[in-house]
T-cell receptor, first 116, second 116 residues
């Protein structure tokens, strides 16, 4: 079974700073997908970024980028120039590839607060 | 395109009752997954439906069931409600073609269920 661990329950930074959220996972699979989702106070789960395990290049989406270390089973999220709207719970998630099933395994989440 | 919609948004029930939650996926999406989110257990996978068939199931008791209609809309039902069933129930849809490529899941706003 796969497990996802987010070791930082809470983080807080000042607006415009850069922040990195950590995520490690455990799997015996070689092909999989990793995701970061954010859940603001509205509770709507929003996709931030996605990484395919077979791709060595780290995914980026505007101010969001990941550091994917497959051998170390590490998948951290970096938020640059943080904004007040980035305040949310952030969840790291894992999905097996080629399994024919859409099942996400989530970490426990990191509560990120951006202070003005 | 309209996003994933879930109804109702809020629900209060008493122990022993049953409840039905509804999810309408993004137009063209054929896979619908359900997740339960609680403060103690975090986000847990309930089940996934594709083309009216349950394709994958999480570790929940038989009181939790679901179905999918020919238009891809899905319902989940919880019978004999317990206090511990109080949670945010999230529905997610994905295109999930019949091929092997796993598609990203897009979440609805959730249904908050309170069991008294």
């Amino acid at each position: 079974a796969q497990t996802v661990t987010q070791s930082q329950p809470e983080m807080s930074v000042q607006e415009a700073e850069t922040v990195t959220l950590s995520c490690t996972y455990d799997t015996s699979e070689n092909n999989y997908y990793l995701f970061w989702y954010k859940q603001p106070p509205s509770r709507q789960m929003i996709l931030v970024i996605r990484q395919e395990a077979y791709k060595q290049q780290n995914a980026t989406e505007n101010r969001f980028s990941v550091n994917f270390q497959k051998a170390a089973k590490s998948f951290s999220l970096k938020i640059s120039d943080s904004q007040l709207g980035d305040t949310a719970m952030y969840f790291c998630a894992f999905m097996k590839a080629f399994s024919g099933a859409q099942k996400l395994v989530f970490g426990q989440g990191t509560r990120l607060t951006i202070n003005p | 395109k309209a996003g994933v919609t879930q109804t109702p948004r809020y629900l209060i029930k008493t122990r022993g009752q049953q409840v039905t939650l509804s999810c309408s996926p993004i137009s063209g999406h054929r896979s619908v997954s359900w997740y339960q989110q609680t403060p103690g257990q975090g986000l847990q996978f309930l089940f996934e439906y594709f083309s009216e068939t349950q394709r994958n199931k999480g570790n929940f008791p038989g009181r939790f069931s679901g179905r999918q209609f020919s238009n891809s809309r899905s319902e989940m039902n919880v019978s004999t409600l317990e206090l511990g069933d109080s949670a945010l129930y999230l529905c997610a849809s994905s295109p999930s073609t019949s091929g092997v490529i796993q598609e990203t899941q897009y979440f609805g706003p959730g249904t908050r269920l309170l069991v008294l």
